[in-house]
C-alpha cells in the first residue's frame, strides 16, 4: 500500500507563486517516476510536470520556464514550485507516482489564481 499526502494548493493573485508538496509512503521499493498533473473544470486531466528516476523532467509547454519540479529522493517527496501564476493555472492538481508500473494518485490540491 501507498500513500500520497499533497500540500501547498491556495488561493494567490495572478503573478504570485505557490509550492506544493507530494510525500510518499508504505510499500516503496522503487520509484520510476513522480509528477503533477491537474484538471480544470470541464477539462480533462492533464500532465504539468514529471521527474523520472534518472533526473529527467519534461514539462507542459503552458508552464515551461514558470514551473520547477524536483525530488527528494531520500524522502520520497516531490515539489512543485509555480512562479508567475495565471488565471488559467486555476486548476486541482493531482501527484502521481509510479512505482514498478503502477501509477499512484494523490487526492488532490485546489489552486487558485485570481486576475
Known amino acids: 500500500q501507498v500513500q500520497l499526502v499533497e500540500s501547498g494548493g491556495g488561493l494567490v493573485q495572478a503573478g504570485g507563486s505557490l509550492r506544493l508538496s507530494c510525500a510518499a509512503s508504505?510499500?516503496?521499493?522503487?520509484?520510476?517516476?513522480m509528477g503533477w498533473y491537474r484538471q480544470a473544470p470541464g477539462k480533462q486531466r492533464e500532465l504539468v510536470a514529471r521527474i523520472i528516476s534518472g533526473g529527467t523532467t519534461n514539462y507542459a509547454d503552458s508552464v515551461k520556464g514558470r514551473f520547477t519540479i524536483s525530488r527528494d529522493n531520500a524522502k520520497n517527496t516531490v515539489y512543485l514550485e509555480m512562479n508567475s501564476l495565471k488565471p488559467e493555472d486555476t486548476a486541482v492538481y493531482y501527484c502521481?507516482?509510479?512505482?514498478?508500473?503502477?501509477?499512484?494518485w494523490g487526492q488532490g490540491t485546489q489552486v487558485t489564481v485570481s486576475s
Open positions: 502521481n507516482v509510479i512505482i514498478s508500473v503502477v501509477n499512484y
Open positions: 508504505g510499500s516503496i521499493f522503487s520509484i520510476s517516476a
